[in-house]
Structures are given as structure tokens and as C-alpha cells.
């Protein structure tokens, strides 16, 4: 996790090892939607986050992540094509100043600073890595992901 200093970071899993390894990781406040929307606004004071990253739950969480946003602020969504049409309404993106920003992929420019943070001991990321295995199993291993049964799943070659 990345976060300008003193900016608060709050995460909301429907799966409860994201959400225990989100705390280990210093995560301030995880939890339930419900509980994680009372928790914005008394950080806040009741006017909401200046930003809301969806990285999940494709298209239909959409309207809960703009309800989090304040006014003026932002919500990027990053999280696949689930969802067919976009559930928010276009009065509320315009009364309420809303940014709504997405991204497919990483730009080279993006892979190649991040590759830098991690080789360079800033980013620490093994917490997240739960299960290795040989490029053999891939097959395997993508299973996992689909079963939720892993987290993030590092291939290695052969014997390595």
C-alpha cells in the first residue's frame, strides 16, 4: 500500500484473510461496507473520502464507492468488466462534481517504477504472495484464484 503521508487508508473484503492480512498490513480501518462508510464519515467529519479506489466487485459497487466519495472528489475503478452498464447516474457524476477515472493496465512508465520500489526494498509485497508454485501447476494455481483460495500465487521455474 502507498499513501501520501497522513492520508488515512480504509479497505472493505467480503473475504475475511483479505481483510485479516489488510490489518497486518497496517491497514487503519477494514471492515463491512456499513461499518467502513461510518468510519469515512467520523474521519471526515461527514464530508467523505477524496478518494475511492474500487479494486473488486466489478460495475454494481459502483454507486456504494461514490456514496464514500465527497463532493468534489474522485473514484477510480479499477477492478475488471464486470457489470455491463455504468449504475451511477449522470446527474449525480455532475451535482456532486464527481471524477470517475478508470484504467485497464499499467503504462511501461508505471511497471517500471514500481519494479523500481520493489527491487529497491520499498514495497514490501511477500505478505501477499500465499502460495508458490512451479510453472508446472500453473493450471493449478489459477484455480486457486478462481476458488478464492489464494490470495496472489507466484510462479517459479522449475526446480528453483
Not at 517500471?112 to 514495497?123: N, P
Amino acid at each position: 500500500l502507498l499513501t501520501r503521508a497522513g492520508a488515512a487508508v480504509a479497505a472493505t473484503d467480503t473475504l475475511g484473510e483479505r481483510v485479516d492480512l489488510a490489518k497486518r498490513l497496517g491497514v487503519e480501518a477494514v471492515g463491512e461496507p456499513d461499518a467502513l462508510a461510518r468510519w469515512v464519515g467520523e474521519q471526515s467529519e461527514g464530508r467523505g473520502a477524496d478518494l475511492v479506489v474500487v479494486t473488486g466487485g466489478g460495475a454494481p459497487v459502483l454507486p456504494r464507492a461514490a456514496a464514500l466519495v465527497r463532493d468534489g472528489g474522485a473514484v477510480h475503478y479499477f477492478a475488471g468488466g464486470a457489470g455491463g452498464e455504468l449504475p451511477l447516474p449522470l446527474e449525480m457524476l455532475y451535482h456532486r462534481e464527481l471524477t470517475l477515472t478508470a484504467t485497464y493496465s499499467a503504462s511501461p512508465a508505471d511497471l517500471a517504477e514500481a519494479h523500481a520500489l520493489v527491487v529497491g526494498g520499498e514495497l514490501i509485497l511477500e505478505p501477499l504472495i500465499t502460495h508458490r508454485l512451479p510453472l508446472s501447476e500453473v493450471a493449478r494455481g489459477v484455480d486457486m484464484m478462481l476458488r478464492r483460495e489464494a490470495l496472489k500465487v507466484f510462479i517459479v521455474a522449475e526446480g528453483a
